[in-house]
């Protein structure tokens, strides 16, 4: 590498080799580590180990940046054992680092966007032609399940009101059945108390049988099919957001929401101009 300065202390201008970007007492590692040789790569392929189903990308191209990648861990943690920078030469050196880290970041993207592509429009081709059936499919049987819980709705209103009129007339019987059995009993009639007493019992069985709730079901008419049936699910109609808020205000989720809203508000064009109840724009500095 050549490095020169300027006299009025401007930016040098340098030239920067493989082996530029080191820690200064750690002359032994490339800071950009070459590129892995083909007699490399195909020992590492070779010690891979085996799969039952071979990997749906190009195994050598995969394994050449794999020790690339390593390559670079491994001088991050000599950079990272130097643990402070305190030469010009030195924080220069760790730009040509992260330059080339993120040079190989680069790399890998696009050919990992390149190697799922092809999987990609597969899959789109799947996704379509699958799609489109079940998109049918839903609707036609959203229209018919919409007739068949208005059914089920007069249905299971019908079966109430019988269920209503049964337990009435199971009452009236237990009562007209208490008032034959208390004038049987007056008049030591035994014969009347007997019938009375089977009146109370079998009223008892059908006041038993009304107070069971009622509930209307649509059957298979082939017995092939599923049985439909009404059933309750809940959700909430919100009638005041500040109040909900109140109630779920420490649940992380809640939390993490807020920080994200917040944070984009601040970094948003003009963010620095607004005001936020409750929260403190912040600065810092990051090395980009």
Known sequence: MTTSYTEDGAAPVREITRSDNLPPDITSLPSLPPEPTAEAVIAAVAALAPTEEPKPYDVSAFTAFNLKVLAFAEACGKWRDLGTITTQLQAEKLSDFVSGARGVYAAVEARRKLEKKAHDD???????????????????????????????????????????????????????????????????????????????????????????????????????????????????????????????????????????????????????????????????????
Do not use: C
Not at 164 to 191: C, G, M, P, T, Y
Not at 218 to 235: D, H, I, L, N
């Open 122 to 288: 597969k899959a789109a081709v799947v996704q379509k032609d699958f799609v489109g059936l079940l998109t049918v499919l839903q609707k036609a049987a959203e229209g018919p399940s919409e007739m068949q819980n208005d059914w089920l709705t007069r249905e299971n209103a019908r079966l109430e009101k019988e269920r209503v009129e049964a337990a009435r007339i199971a009452k009236e019987k237990r009562e007209e059945a208490e008032a034959q059995l208390a004038r049987a009993a007056l008049s030591n009639d035994v014969v009347g108390e007997a019938a009375a007493e089977a009146l109370l019992k079998e009223a008892a069985k059908e006041t038993k049988v009304a107070a069971k709730p009622v509930r209307a079901k649509a059957g298979s008419a082939t017995g092939a099919g599923r049985a439909m049936s009404q059933r309750e699910v809940r959700a909430a109609e919100i009638h005041n957001h500040n109040l909900v808020y109140m109630h779920f205000r420490d649940d992380p989720r809640v939390k993490a929401l807020l920080q994200q809203l917040a944070d984009a508000a601040f970094a948003a064009k003009g963010g620095s101009q607004i005001t936020i109840k409750g929260a403190n724009m912040i600065t810092r500095k990051v090395a980009v």
